[in-house]
């Protein structure tokens, strides 16, 4: 079983700051995932990650940005918060690749800009 | 496009029931199915999974089964308790690499 950990839970920020909302794992998975939830809505893929220095757009287009430096880690940045930013961030890992093994997810982060 | 949608938005049973929640999904080409299960202030949890060359697949109260011929997805979950009130999600693992499909989700609540 995977232990996705996201930071901070719940997050209000001012419009034009600069965050970042941090997602870590325990497990060594190569895969890793970022997707975005409206309350009550499907998740929207916006970011996702085959291993050490590989990133990659996802369907959904958002202003934010990921990197993956090491392997248990896979931060994502906003530059400038708006309040369209405003939606809870949910960070996923899998061994396999999505095809070959479920994503195990974190608690997410929400982010409210004002 | 692709999509995956529900068909039931809300679904209410009394504790103890089953509980049927369905799923439609559009590509054909799609061979990975997945369903979660996501509570109130949580990511969503893994339920059970199926591959394309399964009609059906058990795990512990819950079923899934899938019928290509109508692309219909469905997950049973026997003797229904109050923990199992959640939103249910499908999702669909297509052919895209790291790319999995979720659909709106069906609110189940269960009454004591």
């Known amino acids: 079983e995977a232990d996705i950990y996201q930071t901070p839970r719940y997050l209000v920020i001012g419009t034009g700051k600069k965050i970042t909302l941090e997602c870590s794992q325990t497990?060594?998975?190569?895969?890793m995932y970022w997707y975005q939830q409206d309350p009550g809505m499907e998740l929207h893929l916006i970011h996702y990650?085959?291993?050490?220095?590989?990133?990659e757009k996802g369907d959904l287009s958002s202003e934010s940005t990921v990197s993956r430096i090491r392997t248990e880690h896979f931060p994502l940045t906003l530059e400038s918060a708006r309040p369209s930013h405003t939606s809870q961030y949910l960070c996923?890992?899998?061994?396999?690749?999505?095809?070959?093994?479920?994503?195990?997810f974190g608690n997410g982060t929400r982010l409210t800009v004002t | 496009g692709e999509s995956v949608g529900l068909h039931l938005p809300t679904l209410s049973v009394q504790e103890g029931d089953n509980s049927i929640i369905n799923c439609a999904y559009s590509n054909s080409a799609s061979d990975y199915f997945i369903w979660y299960k996501q509570e109130s202030g949580k990511g969503p949890q893994f339920i059970i999974d199926i591959r394309s060359n399964m009609d059906k697949r058990q795990g512990q109260r819950v079923t899934v089964l899938l019928n290509k011929t109508v692309k219909h997805l469905s997950l049973q979950i026997a003797a229904t308790q109050p923990g199992d009130s959640a939103v249910y999600f499908c999702?669909?693992?297509?052919?895209?690499?790291?790319?999995?499909?979720f659909g709106q989700g069906t609110i189940l609540t269960v009454h004591p």
């Open positions: 996923a890992s899998s061994e396999y690749g999505v095809r070959g093994s479920p994503l195990h």
């Open positions: 990650s085959y291993g050490v220095n590989s990133t």
């Open positions: 497990m060594g998975h190569d895969k």
């Open positions: 999702a669909e693992g297509g052919t895209s690499y790291g790319k999995l499909t």
